[in-house]
């Protein structure tokens, strides 16, 4: 219990400090700006961090995500506020047997570069995404298609190479946005000119600092309230949250969890909650020494102290991870219990690993507020097991690419299931295929884990999967590449005048109902 309460009078501390260094002047924010208050047909979201790629094949991160999914692009379904599937461009669909899918698309879309949608356009986005020259870290939620047979213009049959359970939650992910075909032929870059059907085209893209989307006056569906969309890239957390409370912009996120008594008590903002699919963890590079010794990896789990950091450092903000997945996902395993902190016991295993005075290494994560004072407060945690951890804050481009590659020894992250389903998460953070970019920046492999997940995937039978994902999660948990921190609870500051804005669970903004009084 001393121990406990060491570690929570710490993190009190870092909190203390951090409030004190971080703070600003709101009433000063927008004469020191120059900039007036945000137009109510001009969204302005002030996010933490730039996209990286606009182009749904190629992109891993949610920045990104949050720019193109359901606003420049559309998928053939997609899922509502409980994650049930609906129509998109698909106005329907039926499976015909095991194997074969087939969809009815909409009729009078268009793309933004005016040409029509069809089921061709959905056959050459999905072999566009399969294709090996496409290199596409998102190309394993597709590749149990073995063809997309185009019917005629608006239907179109997807044939898989066995039964797959999870398809149509898939098919709702943002790499599933339909692409123009003209584009793709184009051979023009994607990730910086991206053409959709959705309700916003890109307009302009400063990097580093801010991505306009404006409507697109062709769209299908209902016409959007707001004209435009403005993504500003705001680093500094206070300053984020200051621009919805002068009116600089309409939407902040994410919000530190120090600010949540803060935007309840004001009267021009208000605070959006929202239980979300995601984890955030500590992972292990496991190809690099001494991190491919299993005992170091549950040393450092037992050295955690995962309750005092969900207290201290998130507010009870989210519930304490006891499973590689959260109890909202369909899969999640209820009988683990996790990684008790226990620091003798973190001592015993890592004497038996061969290090018994420790070791010296590093920890990166981006610039988010909440990962770096988890990695501060596991810094001085392991302390007490003897492990020296030097801190990297990476910016958000160069993180990605470099825990990619395996440049890393231990890093802070977070993963946001875009489906709902086990899959996702079983697939892109254990299975060795997706070791790398796709999500497995762990580069865990076990072949057993492998052939359960792929079992997992075939599997028609709802109880039979629950066994498999439950036999996989009891042996990453015992493995250890990963020390599961929090099921998350997305945080969004909207104006007091902002109506119609919700969060998808996976993290995402969703616009399309958005109005400024």
Same mark, same amino acid.
């Given at each position: 219990?001393?121990?406990?309460?060491?570690?929570?009078?710490?993190?009190?501390?870092?909190?203390?400090?951090?409030?004190c260094?971080?703070?600003?002047?709101?009433?000063?924010? $927008?004469? !020191? #700006?120059?900039? +007036? &208050?945000?137009?109510?047909?001009?969204?302005?979201?002030? %996010?933490?961090? =730039?996209? *990286?790629?606009?182009?749904?094949?190629?992109?891993?991160?949610?920045p990104?995500?949050?720019?193109?999914?359901?606003?420049?692009?559309?998928?053939?379904?997609?899922?509502?506020?409980?994650?049930e599937?609906?129509?998109?461009?698909?106005?329907?669909?039926?499976?015909?047997?095991?194997?074969?899918?087939?969809?009815k698309?909409?009729?009078?879309?268009?793309?933004?570069?005016?040409?029509?949608?069809?089921?061709?356009?959905?056959?050459?986005?999905?072999?566009?995404?399969?294709?090996? $020259?496409? !290199? #596409?870290?998102? +190309? &394993?939620?597709?590749?149990?298609?073995?063809?997309?047979? %185009?019917?005629? =213009?608006? *239907?179109?049959?997807?044939i898989?190479?066995?039964?797959?359970?999870?398809?149509?939650?898939?098919?709702?992910?943002?790499?599933?946005?339909?692409?123009?075909?003209?584009?793709?032929?184009?051979?023009?870059?994607?990730?910086?000119?991206?053409?959709?059907?959705?309700?916003?085209?890109?307009?302009?893209?400063?990097?580093?600092?801010?991505?306009?989307?404006?409507?697109?006056?062709?769209?299908?569906?209902?016409?959007?309230?707001?004209?435009?969309?403005?993504?500003?890239?705001v680093? $500094?957390?206070?300053?984020?949250?200051?621009?919805?409370?002068?009116?600089?912009a309409?939407?902040?996120?994410?919000?530190?969890? *120090?600010?949540v008594?803060?935007?309840?008590?004001?009267?021009?903002?208000?605070?959006?909650?929202?239980?979300?699919?995601?984890?955030?963890?500590?992972?292990?590079?496991?190809?690099?020494?001494?991190?491919?010794?299993?005992?170091?990896?549950?040393?450092?789990?037992?050295?955690?102290?995962?309750?005092?950091?969900?207290?201290?450092?998130?507010?009870?903000?989210?519930?304490?991870?006891?499973?590689?997945?959260g109890?909202?996902?369909?899969?999640?395993?209820?009988?683990?219990?996790?990684?008790?902190?226990d620091?003798?016991?973190?001592?015993?295993?890592?004497?038996?690993?061969?290090?018994?005075?420790?070791?010296? *290494?590093t920890?990166w994560?981006?610039?988010?507020?909440?990962?770096?004072?988890?990695?501060?407060?596991?810094?001085?945690?392991?302390?007490?097991?003897?492990?020296?951890?030097?801190?990297?804050?990476?910016?958000?481009?160069?993180?990605?690419?470099?825990?990619?590659?395996?440049?890393?020894?231990?890093?802070?992250?977070?993963?946001?299931?875009?489906?709902?389903?086990?899959?996702?998460?079983?697939?892109?953070?254990?299975?060795?295929?997706?070791?790398?970019?796709?999500?497995?920046?762990?580069?865990?492999?076990?072949?057993?884990?492998?052939?359960?997940?792929?079992?997992?995937?075939?599997?028609?039978?709802?109880?039979?999967?629950?066994?498999?994902?439950?036999?996989?999660?009891?042996?990453?948990?015992?493995?250890?590449?990963?020390?599961?921190?929090?099921?998350?609870?997305?945080?969004?500051?909207?104006?007091?005048?902002?109506?119609?804005?919700?969060?998808?669970?996976?993290?995402?903004?969703?616009?399309?109902?958005?109005?400024?009084?």
């Open positions: 219990m001393k121990k406990r309460s060491f570690w929570l009078g710490l993190i009190a501390l870092i909190l203390l400090l951090a409030g260094s971080g703070g600003s002047d709101p009433g000063s924010l $927008e004469s !020191a #700006s120059g900039v +007036s &208050n945000a137009s109510n047909k001009d969204l302005v979201i002030a %996010v933490l961090s =730039d996209a *990286t790629k606009l182009d749904p094949h190629l992109g891993t991160d949610i990104s995500a949050n720019v193109y999914h359901g606003k420049i692009y559309e998928g053939l379904v997609q899922q509502d506020e409980n994650m599937i609906q129509p998109a461009l698909a106005t329907e669909w039926k499976q015909l047997d095991d194997l074969t899918w087939e969809f698309l909409r009729e009078g879309v268009k793309f933004h570069d005016g040409t029509d949608f069809t089921a061709e356009a959905v056959q050459k986005t999905i072999e566009r995404v399969l294709a090996e $020259e496409t !290199a #596409s870290p998102r +190309s &394993n939620l597709f590749e149990m298609i073995k063809e997309v047979k %185009v019917v005629d =213009d608006h *239907t179109v049959q997807l898989t190479e066995y039964p797959y359970a999870p398809l149509l939650a898939n098919l709702a992910h943002y790499a599933s946005g339909i692409l123009s075909p003209t584009a793709i032929e184009s051979g023009d870059n994607l990730g910086q000119n991206p053409v959709g059907t959705g309700p916003y085209k890109l307009g302009e893209w400063k990097p580093g600092q801010e991505i306009k989307l404006t409507a697109f006056e062709d769209y299908w569906g209902d016409k959007p309230s707001m004209e435009t969309v403005t993504y500003k890239v680093p $500094e957390d206070s300053t984020r949250i200051a621009m919805v409370e002068t009116g600089e309409h939407i902040a996120e994410p919000v530190p969890v *120090t600010e008594e803060r935007i309840e008590n004001s009267d021009s903002m208000e605070l959006v909650r929202s239980e979300a699919l995601g984890v955030d963890y500590i992972g292990f590079n496991v190809e690099k020494e001494p991190f491919n010794n299993v005992k170091v990896r549950q040393a450092i789990s037992y050295a955690i102290d995962t309750e005092a950091i969900v207290k201290g450092v998130y507010n009870n903000v989210g519930t304490v991870a006891t499973a590689p997945m109890p909202a996902i369909w899969g999640h395993n209820p009988d683990l219990e996790g990684y008790k902190y620091l003798e016991k973190a001592k015993q295993l890592l004497a038996e690993a061969g290090y018994p005075d420790g070791f010296k *290494t920890i994560t981006n610039d988010n507020k909440a990962r770096m004072d988890v990695a501060e407060v596991v810094q001085s945690q392991l302390k007490g097991i003897g492990i020296e951890v030097e801190t990297k804050v990476v910016e958000w481009g160069a993180y990605l690419e470099g825990t990619a590659k395996g440049d890393h020894d231990m890093f802070i992250l977070g993963w946001s299931n875009m489906t709902g389903d086990a899959d996702y998460n079983q697939y892109f953070l254990f299975h060795s295929d997706a070791r790398g970019n796709p999500g497995n920046r762990s580069f865990y492999s076990n072949p057993k884990v492998d052939e359960l997940i792929n079992k997992g995937r075939q599997e028609t039978d709802e109880q039979k999967r629950l066994e498999i994902y439950a036999e996989a999660q009891k042996i990453e948990m015992e493995e250890a590449p990963i020390v599961f921190l929090r099921n998350d609870e997305d945080l969004a500051v909207i104006g007091s005048n902002v109506k119609g804005f919700w969060m998808h669970p996976s993290g995402l903004y969703m616009l399309e109902k958005v109005t400024v009084e």
